[in-house]
């Protein structure tokens, strides 16, 4: 499994260098519009670094991230490979979803990408991606997947942005698109406003099928959808005029995604919980938010 590994690893540095890379490219040719002004924005890149309870190398990663640029007001694409021991919580939340023998060896290995985007158009939808590999000594698979979160919904780049996931999907699979959409539905619904934080998308995790490179290859085309999915919607709203009234429509709905990450989400939970950087953990957060 070690080349396994290594193969996974490799290829989410690889897909986090193509997306800095598009965004910094968006950044450059956003001359129009009240923001054009701005310097454009450039990702701070910071190497993470995770130990173990005693003090030894437990991994890391890169975090990077742009703040106050003239398309993006917050973007973070972090990745990390992180590995070690479990503690009791995430042996009991593992335990819990299935993972067979983590109880009685709770060594782990993690490598993935997550990426959050927080435009300054209101008009312009957050989005969110991550996908990730896990390895335990009984087990491994896959998850992740993207959903589009706009403050002012638009039905044409809704069907834009599923199209492109659907796409990745159906070669692999043709019943993956409607249960992993499902699967987002449900998983990205925040109980206590009982609604769903944005227009959906993908979410999948627990994927083994017995063959490691399918799995693989198909979590690679996630990754790579990513990108046809969300550039064609930014390049439509960018440059939407709007007023006080559409920023603080986003100001609310950030309150929204931050409810939903630090209340639910699964990937928030297993970072801290594992002594991760605290940073790099809760980039998804938006810059500024509002509560009514």
Request: net charge negative.
């Amino acid at each position: 499994m070690q080349d396994q590994k290594a193969l996974a690893s490799q290829w989410f540095r690889e897909l986090r260098d193509q997306i800095v890379s598009a965004f910094e490219a968006l950044e450059d040719t956003q001359v129009t519009g009240p923001t054009a002004a701005l310097d454009a924005g450039r990702f701070d890149v910071k190497q993470t670094k995770r130990a173990s309870d005693d003090g030894t190398d437990a991994g890391g990663g890169l975090m990077s991230v742009m703040r106050g640029g003239r398309v993006f007001e917050k973007v973070g694409v972090n990745i990390s490979t992180v590995y070690g021991t479990l503690g009791k919580q995430a042996q009991q939340a593992m335990a819990a979803r299935g993972v067979a023998g983590i109880e009685g060896d709770p060594r782990f290995w993690a490598s993935g990408i997550s990426l959050v985007a927080h435009m300054q158009n209101p008009h312009a939808p957050a989005v969110h991606m991550n996908t990730r590999m896990f390895w335990t000594p009984n087990a491994w698979w896959f998850g992740g997947g993207a959903d589009l979160n706009p403050c002012i919904e638009y039905d044409k780049d809704t069907a834009h942005f599923h199209a492109q996931l659907q796409s990745a999907c159906e070669p692999h699979d043709i019943s993956y698109y409607d249960k992993f959409k499902a699967w987002a539905d449900e998983y990205f619904f925040v109980p206590h406003r009982g609604r769903a934080r944005g227009v959906g998308g993908i979410f999948f995790d627990d994927l083994n099928t017995g063959d490691w490179a399918k799995d693989f290859a198909f979590t690679k085309d996630v990754g790579l959808a990513f990108l046809p999915a969300f550039l064609p919607v930014t390049e439509a709203r960018r440059n939407t005029p709007w007023t006080e009234d559409d920023k603080d429509k986003q100001l609310i709905h950030r309150g929204l995604y931050a409810e939903y990450n630090l209340v639910y989400d699964r990937g928030t939970k297993f970072g801290l919980t594992t002594g991760h950087d605290a940073d790099a953990v809760l980039m998804s957060l938006p810059p500024l938010a509002k509560w009514v």
